[in-house]
């Protein structure tokens, strides 16, 4: 549990904790952690590119204060927009993992007609 | 800022929230009350951008996952099955579909990737939220003792091993963190976008309390929600029996402190009660409608049969029963579904839910005594059609 800076009463007892952390589903647990540090990079950017669009939608309008990046809420076409660039983020980069890769490396051109040996 | 009334001042949905505007005319802003960013309807957005920006992409990464990764991941699967000549449609068992499902690579990273997806969903919230901790604790601390509803949380009360679990991978789970309410109602809106629909103003919970059969003699004084969680379908039915003493209850503290401050903040007068759905405490045949909402596939089978027990002893006679979870029975099934349901159980951490499956709830309700109204029907996609009375 991430640790609490208060000395208020939390009605919490203690859990009993998943054992997810100590997963390892890509045969080796470092491509596990790689991947894992992909989503939250991934995360981190898009996080990043976000706020630069609310800043950008801040100061097209008037005023530059950060109160009032905090406090912009997206227009419905604005959100549609931004979804859709989430989603073309998303595809570019993850979209990978979703290739259904076939060949090893040893294996050869797929056989040509023509064009000689 | 955004406020609620900015939100709803459009025309679109006006009607509908003239009436929640007219509840709340008389209603003061909770003493306390935090809204770091303003409200989207009755959604408290989320303290900072980057949060809810983090967010916004943990629900992209799920929505991509269940198009197009899992369209890829499960085309293999199905392809891995024909070539070992089983019909991808054909019941098989989960060690069956293990040997082949585990042996595929680009499986295991489809797997991968929504376990990662999902600890960052929680671990950003949580983050959060302890970083602010005594600023939300205080929040809840001022609204344990004020209305309109009430809240109960009986000292020395025992929390049960079985209730422990980290369900949904979720850190603490349900009892072991204080912002466990928090954490759950902004993570689980992600959840619904990417399976059902959008629910950031309760509108599943909505739709199916306006469904919910009542009793014949058309009589409906008090309600009861066992293992309410957050409390959104308590609010529900209150919203669609206004008269009515609604009551949820919950194992975990700082669920049921949640639900209060969040009914508090909106204007609904509920009341909750840190107690066990075996366990109420509430009299012999004292509610009018008793009903539970996705609770029973998280517990283990002996303890949804006590559920059932206790849920018959608190219903009058001619009062219904309406416990809401998903179709259960069996743990045989085409490779796919049964994917999924292993993943939700083994990684995502639903301890309980192949329990679940080990029974066929609709059976034992009826096993306790309750009888199937004859026109009973699914309340929700995938669920069981499970509207009991007590004769």
Redesign the interface.
């Known amino acids: 549990?991430?640790?609490?800076?208060?000395t208020?009463?939390?009605?919490?007892?203690?859990?009993?904790?998943?054992d997810?952390k100590s997963?390892v589903?890509?045969?080796n647990p470092i491509l596990?952690n790689v991947?894992?540090s992909?989503?939250?990079m991934?995360?981190?950017l898009?996080?990043t590119k976000?706020?630069l669009k609310?800043v950008e939608a801040v100061m097209a309008e008037k005023g530059i204060t950060n109160e009032m990046?905090?406090?912009?809420?997206p227009t419905d076409a604005q959100n549609a927009a931004w979804?859709a660039d989430?989603?073309r983020f998303?595809?570019l980069s993850?979209?990978p993992?979703?290739n259904?890769?076939t060949l090893p490396v040893s294996a050869d051109f797929p056989k040509r007609s023509g064009g000689g040996a | 800022?955004?406020n609620r009334r900015a939100l709803f001042g459009t025309a679109a949905g006006a009607a509908s929230m003239a009436a929640f505007f007219r509840e709340r005319a008389a209603y003061a802003k909770p003493a306390g009350d935090i809204e770091v960013?303003?409200t989207?309807g009755r959604l408290e957005r989320l303290g900072?951008?980057?949060l809810e920006?983090?967010q916004?992409?943990?629900l992209?990464?799920r929505?991509?996952q269940g198009k197009?990764?899992r369209?890829?991941t499960m085309?293999?699967l199905n392809q891995a099955l024909t070539a070992k000549g089983i019909d991808p449609k054909q019941p098989i068992t989960y060690k069956e579909m293990l040997a082949i499902a585990d042996a595929n690579?680009?499986i295991?990273?489809?797997?991968?990737?929504w376990?990662?997806?999902q600890?960052?969903t929680w671990k950003?919230l949580?983050?959060y939220f302890?970083a602010n901790?005594?600023m939300y604790?205080?929040e809840m601390?001022a609204a344990d003792k004020v209305g309109p509803g009430t809240l109960e949380?009986p000292k020395d009360f025992a929390?049960p091993?079985y209730t422990?679990?980290?369900i949904h991978?979720q850190?603490?789970?349900y009892?072991?963190?204080?912002f466990?309410g928090h954490i759950y109602h902004y993570g689980t809106n992600s959840f619904y976008i990417a399976v059902i629909g959008h629910n950031e103003q309760d509108q599943i919970q909505k739709r199916v309390a306006g469904n919910m059969m009542t009793p014949s003699d058309g009589k409906v004084k008090r309600i009861l929600d066992m293992g309410c969680g957050i409390g959104q379908m308590t609010v529900a039915l209150k919203e669609r029996f206004p008269d009515a003493e609604v009551w949820g209850v919950d194992v975990g503290?700082?669920m049921v402190?949640y639900s209060h401050l969040r009914a508090n903040d909106i204007g609904i007068g509920v009341n909750f009660r840190?107690a066990l759905a075996e366990d109420t405490k509430f009299p012999d045949n004292y509610f009018d409608i008793v009903t539970s909402y996705i609770v029973h596939h998280e517990l283990p089978a002996e303890k949804t049969r006590e559920v059932i027990k206790e849920a018959y002893r608190v219903t009058r006679p001619g009062g219904v029963y309406t416990p809401l979870d998903f179709q259960s029975g069996g743990l045989t099934g085409p490779a796919a579904s049964l994917h999924a349901r292993w993943w939700d159980h083994r990684?995502n951490?639903e301890v309980w839910s192949l329990s679940y499956h080990s029974i066929n709830f609709t059976e034992e309700i009826a096993k306790g005594g309750f009888t199937q109204f004859k026109d009973s029907k699914s309340m929700m996609p995938g669920f069981g059609a499970r509207n009991f009375y007590k004769a």
Not at chain 1, 8 to 18: E, G, K, L, N
Not at chain 2, 175 to 178: H, L, Y
């Open positions: 549990m991430a640790e609490t800076k208060s208020r009463p939390t009605y919490a007892v203690d859990a009993i904790p998943s997810v997963s589903f890509l045969g596990d991947v894992s992909l989503i939250a991934g995360t981190e898009w996080a976000r706020r609310v990046i905090e406090q912009y809420t979804e989430r989603d998303i595809d993850f979209g993992l979703a259904p890769g | 800022m955004i960013r303003g989207m900072t951008l980057d920006s983090q916004d992409f943990t992209g990464f929505l991509w197009d990764l369209k890829t085309g293999l690579p680009q295991n990273v489809a797997s991968k990737t376990l990662s997806n600890q960052v950003t949580q983050d302890h901790a005594d604790l205080a601390e949380l929390v091993e422990r679990h980290e991978i850190p603490g789970g009892v072991g963190d204080p466990a503290g700082p402190r840190q990684w951490n």
